[in-house]
């Protein structure tokens, strides 16, 4: 059985809690619970479980007695358990009422094929299932989720390296880490190229996030756990004061949560320079501050298009990016591959710089959206449609690449247009260009000037028929 397989009968286990009334997102953190106990046994850690509250022991009860075993079981690793084990079952609750439906639920999944699982890696399992409710609409996790093959291509090019410290500001289901994490794991022959210090350091430290939804955040540490990385995922707002003892960061990768912040909400962060509303503004400022000026530390983020031309506070948060940060690569991205289908996003790449001043000295756009086909559930953003994208940008002499769609603009060229980023979209074919239609004015006198050719042209002719005539007479 593949792990495809395995996903889909995971998923449809959902249809057994409808009548709950549990939602898709309900149900995979519901899941989630009782995958950690079996996957805990499956991999020889259920020591940090309690014996009394392990697998084995739930797969003992049925009934009533099994949902009052289950409800217990969940309040003690919330409460009295520590480690990994506490963080994922704090606050923990059931929304299943049928006993029945509980006890289908587990035993399908101690009925499902483990070897296959192990074999394929138990972290690619919990993926494909948060890839699975993040596609199912109705779910709304899709805001958790940044599609694969886009978190794959900005790993790719921004390279994390061993013994560099990485992180994600707005983690979600911790995406982005773990595919750092197996960037560098595939660099090193899965550790064993690297000391033993650099090596504990990759699985403690190298990884770390933010999340402030707390069943996402739950989502994000059994993610990680799976996938062997126990670094810091924090529960709590990046944008509030938390968010200011995360820095000295080699590599940021990242997509905020898209939207304003209204009033009522967390305590804002004191120590921006640039005070504002605009949450993807707020998390620019904080990733770009959050790196180390050492001319080295990077970074990679996914911002809607109003970061690129806000003005007042936008303005000034751009400008101070590109003084701080050479802002060097900007890619437009396709619509309709996010949770929000006319939501317009790009990707900054940029990297701090030792010095606080004139670091942008161009910007290189790559046009990844105009002219394109929909994406969506149907069609699926692939890895070859990044080719082209990837290509430029790895290039020696970026100014020798031959693409309609890769285009450059200096720092006084955008200084210019009022610091906008708004720039590096090529033609569309699918809107007429009103400038190349020709004048109404112009094209009517021209077509009365060929009226008046064809009656000149036509009273000639009747004149040499006539002459004709008469010569014949």
């Known amino acids: 059985m593949t792990t495809q397989e395995i996903v889909s009968k995971l998923w449809n286990l959902c249809n057994v809690l409808r009548d709950d009334g549990i939602t898709y997102h309900q149900y995979v953190t519901e899941l989630t619970y009782i995958l950690f106990l079996k996957m805990a046994k499956e991999t020889g850690a259920e020591s940090q479980i309690p014996e009394y509250y392990r697998w084995d022991k739930l797969m003992e009860k049925s009934g009533i007695e099994l949902k009052k075993f289950y409800e217990e079981l969940l309040k003690h690793l919330g409460e009295k358990c520590t480690g990994r084990v506490r963080e994922i079952y704090q606050g923990a609750a059931t929304n299943i009422e049928e006993p029945k439906n509980l006890e289908k639920i587990i035993t399908t999944i101690d009925g499902l094929d483990w070897f296959s699982a192990r074999e394929e890696g138990l972290g690619n399992l919990y993926e494909g299932l948060l890839e699975k409710n993040a596609n199912e609409k109705k779910s709304g996790a899709g805001q958790y989720f940044t599609p694969r093959v886009l978190i794959e291509v900005m790993t790719r090019l921004i390279k994390p390296q061993p013994g560099e410290r990485c992180n994600d500001p707005a983690c979600g289901t911790f995406g982005f880490m773990i595919a750092a994490n197996q960037y560098v794991r595939a660099q090193t022959d899965d550790f064993f190229d690297l000391d033993a210090d650099t090596a504990a350091f990759e699985r403690k430290e190298a990884f770390s996030g933010v999340e402030l939804v707390h069943d996402t955040h739950r989502l994000a540490l059994m993610n990680a756990m799976l996938h062997d990385i126990d670094g810091e995922i924090i529960l709590g707002d990046t944008l509030s004061n938390i968010g200011k003892s995360m820095k000295g960061y080699d590599v940021v990768l990242t997509n905020p949560p898209f939207g304003t912040k209204k009033g009522g909400e967390r305590a804002t962060r004191d120590d921006f320079t640039f005070p504002t509303s605009n949450k993807q503004l707020n998390f620019l400022q904080h990733i770009y501050r959050s790196l180390k000026a050492d001319g080295k530390a990077r970074a990679a983020v996914v911002l809607p298009d109003n970061v690129l031309f806000a003005d007042g506070e936008g303005e000034k948060i751009r400008v101070d990016l ?152």
Not at 340 to 351: D, E, P, R, S
Not at 373 to 383: E, R, V
Not at 414 to 432: F, W
Request: proline fraction near 3%; include cysteine.
């Open 322 to 473: 590109m003084d701080k940060c050479n802002l060097h690569t900007i890619l437009r991205l396709p619509t309709g591959i996010f949770y929000a289908q006319g939501v317009k996003t790009n990707v900054l790449f940029f990297t701090r710089e030792k010095t606080d001043k004139g670091n942008t000295k161009e910007v290189w756009f790559y046009d990844l959206r105009t002219n394109m086909p929909s994406f969506g559930k149907t069609n699926p953003l692939k890895k070859e449609h990044f080719a082209d994208f990837e290509a430029a940008y790895e290039a020696k002499d970026r100014h020798a690449v031959e693409d309609e769609r890769w285009s450059v603009f200096t720092r006084e060229q955008i200084a210019e247009k009022g610091n906008s980023l708004d720039l590096g979209l090529i033609r569309d074919d699918s809107i007429v260009d009103y400038e190349d239609l020709p004048d109404p004015i112009e094209s009517g006198e021209e077509a009365i000037a060929q009226l008046e050719e064809a009656v000149d042209l036509l009273m000639s002719v009747v004149k040499e028929l006539k002459a004709l005539e008469s010569s014949e007479v």
